[in-house]
């Protein structure tokens, strides 16, 4: 099981930075980055950004981040910053549950036309 610290610590191996940066910034003890680095079989870009499980990839196709879109619609709410930088809002559909992506516009509660049409015929709102 990844723990936070663990995530923490890979996250920031991820983008290159050495074990006594690490420790650092986050403050955990040289050991701990290290042991953790160690313990990380996985190689980082192969799991999950949200939850730290390890990302099953299928070959030959664009690399996946994350292990579900649960954890993706997790991990974008939770990082406004980058979601700012594109635009895109990371949304799940009100009526399908579907998560989708909303370009610009924050309120969209619904994937595509039919849902918003289906969730009104349902008399949901
Ligand atoms: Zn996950
Ligand atoms: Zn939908």
Not at 106 to 121: F, I, L
Request: proline share 4%.
């Amino acid at each position: 099981m990844a723990t936070d610290k663990s995530i923490e610590i890979m996250e920031y191996r991820r983008q290159g930075l050495g074990y006594k940066r690490i420790a650092a910034i986050t403050g955990y003890s040289l050991n701990t980055v290290k042991s953790v680095c160690r313990r990380s079989q996985t190689p980082a870009g192969k799991r999950c950004l949200q939850c730290g499980a390890a990302v099953e990839q299928p070959p030959h196709r664009k690399e996946k981040k994350f292990c579900s879109d649960k954890c993706r619609v997790a991990w974008w709410n939770s990082h406004p910053e980058r979601v700012k930088r594109r635009a895109f809002y990371h949304m799940v559909c009100a009526h399908c549950g579907q998560p989708f992506e909303s370009y610009g516009n924050q309120n969209r509660k619904y994937c595509s036309r039919r849902c918003y049409d289906d969730a009104r015929r349902k008399g949901v709102e």
